[in-house]
């Protein structure tokens, strides 16, 4: 079975430059999640979507960060403008339906940002 | 105070010791919990799912103690391969949100 597929793999970029990220979730699953790792530290979610709807996205910061499932499949996560605290592993993951308290997450391979 | 809260160590054991972390969480609501595992510069793992009666997989057990808020990992007879961050998540019910602590380093040495 395929797994999460993130691309590009690695990224650097200027500040104050533009950045898209793309994934694609595990077929079959409706519930995908964004997640910014900082090193050194947990992942932390920035948005969470079921299908083609928002569940959460309180902690992204929406003046800069954007994100979309437009059809409820792939899903592309874009920084406009970045900054340099920005720097992270961008780690998306899916599960199956959000009612599944038990359900495992399952990441892709993350995208490794570098702002300079 | 943190929903989720792990030492991040690193511990250090030699080969063949029992090392076990602690991961404690503020939502008396949370309802699921789990053990991922991080391989460096890797994605995150399921290692395992953490029960209410405690459970065990080979080497690693898993508990959990819900009047003190906390969930644990123990890992016996450490073997090199097990050299990894161990990742707390918590499920609250409602939002179902897993949330992750910023992970406990282990190092296991010959």
């Known amino acids: 079975e395929a797994g999460v597929a993130q691309s590009p793999r690695y990224k650097i970029i200027e500040k104050r430059q533009s950045v898209a990220f793309w994934c694609n979730p595990i077929?079959?699953?409706?519930?995908l999640y964004w997640y910014q790792q900082i090193l050194g530290q947990g992942p932390k979610l920035l948005i969470q979507?079921?299908?083609?709807?928002?569940?959460?996205d309180s902690q992204l910061p929406k003046d800069r960060f954007s994100a979309e499932r437009l059809k409820g499949v792939d899903s592309t996560l874009k920084i406009q403008p970045a900054k340099l605290e920005d720097s992270a592993v961008y780690l998306c993951?899916?599960?199956?339906?959000?009612?599944?308290?038990?359900?495992?997450?399952?990441f892709g391979q993350g995208t490794r940002l570098t702002v300079v | 105070r943190k929903e989720v809260e792990q030492d991040p160590g690193p511990f250090n054991v030699p080969e063949g010791a029992t090392v076990a972390f602690n991961c404690t969480y503020s939502?008396?609501?949370?309802?699921?919990f789990f053990w991922y595992r991080q391989d460096c510069r890797k994605e995150p793992k399921l290692l395992m799912s953490?029960?209410?009666s405690g459970n065990e997989d080979g080497r690693f057990t898993a508990q959990l103690n819900r009047a003190s808020q906390y969930i644990s990992l123990l890992i016996r007879d450490s073997k090199l391969s097990d050299s990894a961050t161990y990742l707390c998540?918590?499920?609250?019910?409602?939002?179902?949100?897993?949330?992750f602590g910023r992970g406990t380093s282990l190092i296991v040495h010959p």
């Open positions: 953490v029960y209410s």
């Open positions: 979507f079921q299908n083609n709807g928002v569940v959460d």
């Open positions: 939502n008396s609501a949370s309802q699921s």
């Open positions: 998540v918590v499920k609250t019910g409602g939002s179902y949100i897993p949330t």
């Open positions: 993951a899916s599960s199956l339906p959000l009612t599944g308290l038990n359900t495992e997450a399952f």
């Open positions: 077929s079959g699953h409706a519930t």
